[in-house]
Structure formats: C-alpha cells, structure tokens
C-alpha cells in the first residue's frame, strides 16, 4: 500500500469509490463514515480521503455526500465516465472500491456492448491497475448473481 502521512505525522488513506452515487456507493459512504464516528483515532493518526466517482446523480446526491465529510473522512466527488476514466499522473490512491454497474436489466438487454463494458470494466481495470495497488469489485445480484451460465 502506498498510504502517506501529512504534515502532523496522520496517516492519510485515499480511497476511489466508483458507482458512488448507486445502491453499493451510497451505502458505503453512509456506513464508512458512520463507523469512523464511532471510533476512538489516537490523537486523530488516521484521515481517510475518498474521491467519489459517479456517472449520473443529481446535485442533491453530490451534496449530501460532501456533507457526510468530517474531520475523519473527507469526500470529494468526481462526475465521470468509467468507461473513458484515466487517472491524472498525480493521482494516487490505496484501493479501489469498485461499485458501478449498469444494473438495469433492460438497459442491458437493449446495449449489451455498454452493459459489459461498464459491468466488466477492463480499460477501467487497465487504466488504474498501475496507480493503485488493491482494487475490491463489489455488486449486487443484479449484475452477478453467482451463478454459471450453461
């Protein structure tokens, strides 16, 4: 992991969520900084910075996510397109926290090209597999229902 520390010696974790503004996203944000309330930092020696990744939501989405930012836990939230997303040169995160899907049964059906490419995004994948060293992908049974195709 590449996990820093600012100027008073706090480790500082950033964190990319994609699908931040989706069912995964949202629950994660409301969860990870509920919990990080709740804990006793000694001396506040750890920060957490999200960047929030989204695709579409409306502006009521990007302010209650920034909001939920504390001294604990920053968020910022970036609108994007994971299909074409590449980091900046100067953007390094710890994990990926991987959430977006195209879970719309129907909207997959009518575009199966854009269904696999955000459901299974390997240019996304690509893009990022050198900037950031742990990328967790987590979805519903909407989009992986864990069973094999015969």
């Known amino acids: 992991m590449s996990i820093t520390t600012d100027s008073s010696s706090t480790i500082v ?3 990319l969520l994609t699908g931040a503004s989706g069912f995964l ?3 994660f944000l409301h969860s990870f ?3 990080n309330a709740k804990r006793d ?3 506040n020696s750890v920060k957490y910075h ?9 502006q009521d989405f990007v302010t209650a996510a920034q909001a939920l930012s504390s001294d604990k ?6 609108k994007c397109n994971l299909v074409e997303y590449n980091p900046a040169a100067d953007e390094v995160y710890d994990v990926c926290l991987h959430t977006a899907a195209m879970a719309n049964i129907r909207a997959c059906q009518n575009n199966p090209e854009l269904a696999k490419a955000i459901n299974v995004p390997t240019s996304f994948f690509q893009a990022i597999n050198k900037k ?3 990328i967790v992908a987590l979805s519903t049974d909407q989009v992986y ?3 094999q195709q015969q």
């Open 132 to 134: 950031i060293p742990m």
């Open 50 to 58: 999200i960047t929030a990744l989204y695709h579409t939501a409306s």
């Open 33 to 35: 900084v509920r919990y």
């Open 73 to 78: 836990v920053q968020i910022s939230c970036q």
């Open 145 to 147: 229902d864990g069973k």
């Open 41 to 43: 930092f000694a001396e």
């Open 25 to 27: 996203g949202q629950h």
């Open 13 to 15: 974790v950033k964190i």
